[in-house]
């Protein structure tokens, strides 16, 4: 399917946790790391397929993501859930609905749906207003496959301590944040994958997201061909890390792009 893109690949916006590295007021030496891979957005990513451009979800540092990288279009975006560093950025859309002069499609569960109209219930109010606000339209997704810019996009659903996230495939790739647990049902729709991105906190356990020893055996588990780990806390040095890593598996870091369908053969 992606190779039917000249051009297709997976651009990390941001690989950190909800507070991003450096945290604010902590002197540790991966947040006072002089190693540009140290230092970590609020967890998102952009998929390029050819000139489409779909965002996985608007974190808190969206507008410094989109001018760092150059984001110049959104043919639609991705929410894994409805959680602060995953959505708060969405106010930050408007510039797009400018240049495009058209509404920005936005997928959603339809509980995490509930949870944005309800964080940005100006956006969806009736009533006119004389201010500008983002022009979306929004989309529930359930377990069936939904049609993203042209791209055939599955929904993923994955546990998230008590609560419920989706990661999403597209193609032979797919993109996990935020997972403490992938039901067996989702295991089986993780197979074959060329890329697979997945949560690694830390190292020490944690109720709601994966640790990196829990996401290597995932990945031993679905052998993908090549895995990203992200939502990355103060507690992983990238250098040291990386070096103890297998060969197919990576941490992923702010700005890294991955080539996907032709290039990622």
């Given at each position: 399917m992606l190779d039917n893109f000249e051009r297709a690949s997976i651009l990390v916006l941001g690989s950190g946790t909800s507070v991003g590295v450096p945290m604010i007021g902590c002197r540790c030496k991966v947040c006072t790391s002089t190693d540009s891979r140290d230092k970590r957005l609020r967890p998102s990513v952009l998929l390029r397929f050819?000139?489409?451009?779909?965002?996985?979800?608007?974190?808190?540092?969206?507008?410094?993501?989109?001018?760092?990288?150059?984001?110049?279009?959104?043919?639609?975006?991705?929410?894994?859930?409805?959680?602060?560093?995953?959505?708060?950025?969405?106010?930050?859309?408007?510039?797009?609905?400018?240049m495009q002069n058209s509404d920005i499609p936005i997928y959603a569960a339809a509980d995490a749906l509930l949870t944005i109209r309800r964080t940005f219930q100006y956006v969806f109010d009736d009533p006119p207003t004389e201010s500008s606000r983002p022009r979306l339209t929004a989309n529930v997704f359930d377990s069936l496959p939904i049609q993203v810019a042209g791209v055939e996009i599955q929904p993923i659903r994955v546990a998230h301590g008590r609560g419920v996230t989706h990661g999403f495939r597209f193609g032979d790739c797919a993109y996990l944040t935020d997972h403490s647990e992938i039901p067996p049902a989702s295991m089986e729709m993780l197979s074959g994958l060329d890329v697979l991105f997945l949560d690694a906190l830390r190292h020490n356990p944690h109720p709601t997201h994966s640790t990196v020893d829990e996401s290597l055996r995932t990945v031993e588990l679905l052998k993908p061909k090549r895995a990203f780990f992200t939502h990355i806390s103060h507690d992983l040095m990238h250098a040291t890390l990386a070096e103890r890593l297998p060969a197919n598996v990576q941490l992923a870091y702010d700005g890294l792009e991955i080539p996907i369908g032709r290039l990622g053969a």
């Open positions: 050819g000139d489409k451009r779909v965002l996985i979800d608007s974190t808190p540092d969206f507008r410094y993501q989109a001018l760092r990288f150059n984001i110049d279009r959104l043919d639609g975006i991705l929410y894994t859930h409805a959680h602060a560093d995953h959505i708060l950025g969405l106010d930050d859309v408007r510039p797009f609905n400018f």
